[in-house]
């Protein structure tokens, strides 16, 4: 990065600020840095510039969307925006787009200031969006074929770990702070069975009477640290242990699973509190239809391996209000920390 152009280097440094880039976080994902993501994210920002359609706002539906990959999600979203765009035409819509913002909070702001109608999300960005955004959840998505994964807690296979108490003292490692399934449900599941969460870095233990935990960045991390006993154990979904690049095959055989959450929907899509009826439940008709059109079907398999929308079960809502609970006592714990 010493090498950047001064006035570049400058304006990444303003776009940290802007893209509110915490620092002090572990470094996540493919960009290697916070330098290297701002950059990105202003040549990004200078190419959406361009592609935002003519019509008016009143007349565009605007999928948003959190993104360490704008290039790559816009050309996955595009297309499903433009399929529903197209079938909403007899109630003034004219235009589909894409808005794509590093973070949850860009996002919640732009929910709030009517510049995006849909989004979709996990279970936890879904209730800070809800919180923080007043956005409604209208349905849930078959992420890669599955409408519904929860937390799996993983230890060596000789470890003498085989419940959740087994883990005071010891370092649990998580993936990262936005991780539905591999922080924020396993977190709360042990919050709600009064452990006390102590985070701590490498190498440092925690307290005898409290669980320590620090982050990975990636799921084939926390099975290698676990599988090296780098960690006692971690905590990831059971997608992510059936998924041979996440725990290969030859680091699986050293491993075992010792506890398992409750289910949670897979993915879930929202709008914005203030939308239309009519054009909230076009828009719920039209997903809930689209898997049976050859062509909407293929639009949902080239998003994340998408197979259908899905209405939300009895089931559901409930995980999701018993979710919506816990989340207020875990954003206490994360003020503590």
Not at 33 to 61: E, F, N
Not at 312 to 330: C, G, H, K, N, P
Request: no cysteine; aromatic share 10%; glycine share 8%.
């Amino acid at each position: 990065m010493n090498g950047m152009p001064g006035g570049i280097r400058e304006m990444a440094r303003g776009a940290v600020r802007y893209l509110d880039i915490d620092r002090s976080a572990p470094k996540l994902g493919w960009y290697g840095g916070d330098m290297i993501k701002a950059v990105y994210w202003l040549v990004w920002l200078g190419l959406y510039a361009g592609m935002v359609h003519p019509a008016s706002r009143a007349h565009t539906l605007i999928l948003g969307k959190v993104s360490t990959n704008p290039q790559k999600h816009y050309r996955q979203l595009k297309p499903l925006v433009d399929y529903v765009a197209e079938r909403m035409q007899d109630l003034g819509i004219q235009a589909g787009d894409v808005r794509l913002v590093p973070n949850e909070r860009e996002l919640a702001r732009l929910l709030r200031e009517g510049k995006v109608d849909w989004m979709t999300d996990s279970v936890f960005p879904a209730l800070f969006y809800q919180e923080s955004a007043g956005a409604e959840i209208i349905l849930k998505r078959w992420k890669k074929g599955v409408p519904s994964y929860r937390s799996v807690f993983i230890t060596r296979a000789d470890a003498p770990i085989h419940e959740l108490a087994d883990l005071k003292g010891k370092v649990l490692v998580f993936e990262d702070p936005g991780s539905t399934t591999a922080f924020f449900w396993p977190a709360v599941e042990l919050l709600r069975r009064g452990y006390v969460l102590q985070q701590v870095a490498a190498g440092q233990r925690p307290e005898r009477q409290s669980i320590g935990y620090r982050f990975t960045s990636s799921e084939i991390n926390i099975s290698m640290q676990v599988a090296e006993g780098k960690a006692a154990a971690g905590v990831y979904s059971d997608l992510d242990w059936e998924d041979r690049e996440h725990t290969p095959a030859r680091v699986r055989a050293r491993l075992r699973i010792f506890h398992r959450t409750r289910p949670l929907p897979r993915m879930l899509e929202l709008v914005r509190g203030d939308w239309h009826e009519k054009l909230r439940f076009r828009l719920r008709q039209i997903l809930l239809q689209l898997h049976l059109d050859p062509k909407g079907a293929k639009v949902l398999k080239a998003f994340q391996k998408s197979r259908r929308f899905e209405a939300l079960s009895t089931e559901d809502w409930d995980m999701i209000r018993q979710a919506r609970r816990l989340f207020v006592r875990f954003h206490e714990f994360l003020l503590s920390q």
